[in-house]
């Protein structure tokens, strides 16, 4: 079997650790500098993952923004954007979701095997539909992304999402923004909730790098000697 795609996770939080609010409002973390620095990171991936929770409350849109990098992509023999990829047990996508009406990216939907059927049936004329396991394994979803050519997968959450790659010791590098403000409400989420990680205060990981961009600080986390230095 092929190598697994190196894996980078993304997320952005509140100084007390949360990734969004408990509204409807779909609560802004990054600034604008720091988004146009994921949207390069994107640029660099073969394929981008979020949990179907995130596309039903954020309904992202999983696109390259900036001109420069889509063309670079381009004249790189490559499609304008990455990948697009979800993981759900129930199914319950809305086929209306930017998701899948937006950009002409692949989209892959790895579905868990009790409702692989119905959601195939369902969204299958708008993305592949693959049966991940009973619950969705995310080494198998892996295996599989490397079986279509992705070499480069970035993880854009959501907390599930991001808990399950981190605690299959599936990461090979996290990229954490700390925004300037507190949530300071139980009922949001948090980056990630309980789980037995392989990073502990026995096994710390190493900073790669930490770096000030106007009022956020990204931690660039190597979580595996796949993630180059500095
Ligand atoms: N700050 C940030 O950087 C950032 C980034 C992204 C998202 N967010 C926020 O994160 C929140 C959503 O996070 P979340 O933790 O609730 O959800 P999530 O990780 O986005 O998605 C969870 C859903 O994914 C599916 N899923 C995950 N693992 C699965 C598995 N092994 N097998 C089958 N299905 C699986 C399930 O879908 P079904 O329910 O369909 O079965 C599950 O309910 C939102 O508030 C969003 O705004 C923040």
Redesign the pocket.
């Known amino acids: 079997m092929g190598r697994r795609p190196y894996v980078l996770l993304?997320?952005?939080?509140s100084i007390d650790g949360?990734?969004?609010?408990a509204t409807d409002e779909?609560?802004l973390?990054?600034n604008d500098s720091d988004l146009d620095r994921v949207d390069a990171v994107r640029a660099e991936a073969d394929a981008i993952l979020?949990?179907?929770?995130?596309?039903?409350?954020?309904d992202?849109r999983l696109l390259v923004r900036s001109p420069g990098h889509r063309q670079l992509r381009v004249a790189r023999g490559l499609p304008p954007s990455p990948a697009k990829v979800?993981?759900?047990?129930?199914?319950?996508?809305d086929p209306a979701a930017r998701f899948f009406t937006v950009g002409d990216a692949d989209k892959i939907v790895?579905?868990?095997s009790a409702?692989w059927d119905k959601t195939r049936e369902r969204l299958g004329h708008l993305a592949a539909v693959v049966d991940?396991?009973?619950?969705?394994?995310?080494a198998r979803v892996l295996a599989d992304l490397a079986g279509r050519g992705v070499g480069r997968l970035m993880v854009?959450?959501?907390?599930?999402?991001?808990?399950?790659f981190l605690a299959a010791g599936l990461a090979d590098e996290l990229h954490l923004?700390l925004a300037p403000f507190f949530v300071g409400d139980g009922r949001?989420?948090r980056?990630v909730?309980d789980g037995r990680f392989p990073w502990h205060p026995g096994r710390r990981a190493r900073v790669a790098e930490v770096r000030q961009i106007d009022d956020v600080v990204l931690v660039r986390y190597a979580l595996s000697d796949r993630c180059p230095a500095g």
């Open positions: 993304s997320c952005a939080m949360y990734i969004d609010d779909r609560l973390l990054s979020v949990g179907a929770a995130t596309v039903r409350r954020d992202p979800t993981v759900t047990g129930s199914g319950d996508l790895y579905c868990g409702a991940g396991g009973e619950p969705v394994d995310p854009e959450g959501g907390a599930q999402v991001h808990a399950q923004v949001a989420p980056f909730g």
